[in-house]
């Protein structure tokens, strides 16, 4: 198993999640942002994943929160990906 990828400190916690998106865009990339999110809703989380900070969630919440911040998440990235989003294999 390869370890996972360092990501960067995640915006302050408390900022809008359009604040929080536009960092984790700006950082980790659109299309990996949007598979990620994809990959939230879809259930199949994976360990190199970024933190849920960037979404505005910890891991203390309960399961289901992961499925609602995904669906958040596509709010915001940007529009070039809205009409084919990238769907996790």
Known sequence: ??????TPDP???GAHPRTLLASAVDQLGEREVVAWCCR???????????DLAW???TEDW?????RV???RGL???GTRMRSKPPLPR
């Open 40 to 50: 939230l809703i879809l259930g199949q989380e994976r360990a190199e994943d970024p």
């Open 11 to 13: 915006p302050p916690s």
């Open 55 to 57: 979404l505005g969630g």
């Open 75 to 77: 709010l915001y990235p």
């Open 69 to 71: 911040w995904g669906a």
């Open 62 to 66: 309960l399961p289901y929160w992961r």
């Open 1 to 6: 198993m390869t370890p996972a990828p360092e």
